[in-house]
């Protein structure tokens, strides 16, 4: 069964409540597993069976919905979203001006202070109607465009209370501007309140406008990541190179970069060398100098040297896009947090709207003359201040600055809850090889006993290894050939499973591995041994190499511990962080290693199925675990721990492994990575509390709850107000923490 994931805009939310019911909606189509809508960019993310669900039954499905689903394919419709995007907001800012300079015109003409200079044709109501009814027919029909469908929906949203509050306005100053005897009789004032009805939605769109700017900033993440997409290629074909579109290269093209211009496409250099600048992929300022048979990755910067390479991956496939795509899935999904505040917000508008009825019944029941008039009034006030925008606004703005900020370092972030559970890590687990160490084996010395000069008898070894396979050949042999020594011919090669190998060189026979192959050579290594267990506890595996009959020296082979381990693994220390190293190694080269990074406890001699069951033994002990791997083997422990943690390339292996992946391979970056949820999580919280803090001390002020001890009664208009500046403080805090340093050295 193909799953297909597919992330597009939706047009028309406005609060969680818009949110949730799009979701509800998507989620109710045969075929769809899973869908996720945020608030914040504005996106769907829906996961379906391609074979039952097509673009053309979600978009329908959006629309019965009351909203609007813009489905492409491309990464270039992006262009085309921010034209849709800035159409929008020049449309709303219009709107606000002619809202609030309409509303200013009746509130000169009806405020009892300010009426005594209005022109005599301002104060009369026929005017105020006049002026009130495009306010509320035009500006206003976004509140009714998403209030009606909801309500066939039956579900109720933040627009549903707006729709509720200004239409009792404008309808109840109609009803007084033709009938004013009807109120009359009742022995109250007949006055209209076009004032409420026309500024409340001029500033409700007011602060719709200031939080869509300030949501903007929240997604500049994707837009530099796409910004550094290529455009062009130059592409060598048929002896000549010709520019094309970036659309039309395929795998196995060979394209030229010159220094300075941008490399175009993922791919593996076939002739020059140079300099690439990769931070703006990786987070690492350090160009990485690159030669043949090095991969480049699309959209890293060429500083100095020209070269040729042949691509290797297109479009969607390439690094880039799959960064993109990974930060856009993460910045859409959801974290365990937000269900709560999601959960709230489902029931919140139908309890205030029962709230402000019972508002309205007590008021005109047993309140204070002229009753009618603060009935009316009250009930406006509640519908305008409950708006759950905030709390709708909370969590998503800190993920998707908090995501987009780790994207920038490097640090990729597979969805919202790996960042949510990371700041609850107590105990963090490493993998020796390619984690802990580079993964390459090197050679660190060469030690020679006797006449025979140490390149002598590098090259002797090298010469014998160089048919070998093996991982401590292959270093070896890179060892002498970086030193320009000309390697021999071998005779009578013969290799030993487990303990070496053998052959003539040059009429002499050379014996090249462990003390058993030396020994059994007839040479003894006795008086030697004492070197030998020496750097086998610095962590090193030692090769022997025999001549004829005696041991001419002893080569040690390490694979060397990454620049940065040593500081990251201090960090963590000083984070409170337990840190274990878990190994297949023997437990002396094991200890040895960790001793050299800082780490107290060992897991040697550890079988790669195992690890996943050693992952789940402490989580048993009551910590919050977190696998750091290469995301290839360690994959079955990566996704039994509370967070995987992929140290790698950004390859789709890791990525889908891990719910972090480091593409800088920086070791400082997991405690860069921790901090950052640290960071989303406290913002997240002081965001939520300031959302439910809002709703739960105004509402029963707006309800009228201190008019019995201090006459003080809640305006409408500064009711709408509050609101408003509630969303954007939310969104403002959120975007604080694009200010937050994450260095690494």
Known sequence: MPITKKTFPIKGMHCASCAITVEHELRKIPGVHEASVNLVNEKATVAYDSEKVTDNILSSTVASAGYEALISHEFEEEDKEKIMREKELSDLWRKVIVSLALGALIVWGSFPVLMSFAPAFLTNPWIGLFLATPVQLWAGWMFYRAAIPALRHRTANMDTLVALGTSVAYVYSIVITVFPQIVSVTGAAPVPYFDVSTIIIGLILLGRYFEAKAKAGTSEAIKKLIGLQAKTARVVREGGEVDISIQEVIVGDSIRVRPGEKIPIDGVIESGESSIDESM?????????????????????????????????????????????????????????????????????????????????????????????????????????????????????????????????????????????????????????????????????????????????????????????????????????????????????????????????????????????????????????????????????????????????????????????????????????????????????????????????????????????????????????????????DAPALAASDVGIAMGTGTDIAIESAGITLINKNFTSVASAIQLSKDTMRTIKVNLIWAFGYNVILIPVAMGILYPFFHTLLNPILASLAMALSSISVVSNSLLLKRKLYPHK
């Open 281 to 633: 992929v990786t987070g690492e300022s350090i160009p990485v100098d690159k030669k043949i048979g090095d991969t480049v990755i699309g959209g890293t910067i060429n500083k100095t040297g020209t070269f040729i390479f042949k691509t290797t991956r297109v479009g969607s496939e390439t690094l880039l896009a799959r960064i993109i795509e990974l930060v856009e899935e993460a910045q859409g999904s959801k974290a365990p947090i937000q269900r709560l505040a999601d959960k709230v917000s489902s029931i919140f508008v139908p309890v205030v709207i029962m709230l402000a009825i019972a508002t309205f019944i007590v008021w005109f029941g047993i309140g204070p003359e002229p009753r009618l008039t603060f009935a009316l009034l009250n009930t406006i006030a509640v519908l305008i201040i409950a708006c759950p925008c905030a709390m709708g606004l909370a969590t998503p703005t800190a993920i998707m600055v908090g995501t987009g900020k780790g994207a920038e370092h490097g640090i990729l972030i597979k969805d919202a809850e790996s960042l949510e559970v990371a700041h609850k890590i107590t105990a963090i687990i490493f993998d020796k090889t390619g984690t802990l160490t580079n993964g390459a084996p090197e050679v660190t010395e060469v030690i020679v006993f006797g006449d025979v000069p140490e390149n002598e008898v590098l090259r002797l070894a090298a010469s014998l290894e160089k048919g070998s396979e093996h991982s401590l050949a292959e270093a070896i042999v890179k060892s002498a050939e970086s030193k320009g020594l000309l390697l021999g011919a071998t005779e009578k090669f013969e290799a030993a499973p487990g303990y070496g190998v053998s052959g003539i060189i040059s009429g002499k026979s050379i014996y090249l591995g462990n003390r058993k192959l030396i020994e059994r050579a007839g040479i003894s290594v006795t008086m030697y041994e004492k070197d030998i267990v020496k750097l086998e506890e610095e962590g090193k595996t030692v090769v022997g190499i025999g001549i004829e009959n005696r041991l001419a020296g002893i080569i040690a082979v390490a694979d060397t511990l990454k620049s940065t381990a040593r500081e990251g693994v201090a960090m963590l220390k000083n984070m409170g962080i337990k840190t274990a190293m878990i190994t297949g190694d023997n437990e002396r080269t094991a200890k040895a290693i960790a001793k050299e990074v800082g780490i107290e406890t060992v897991f040697a001699n550890v079988l790669p199925d195992e690890k996943e069951t050693l992952v789940r033994e402490i989580q048993q002990a009551g910590n919050t675990v977190a696998m750091v791997g290469d995301g290839i083997n």
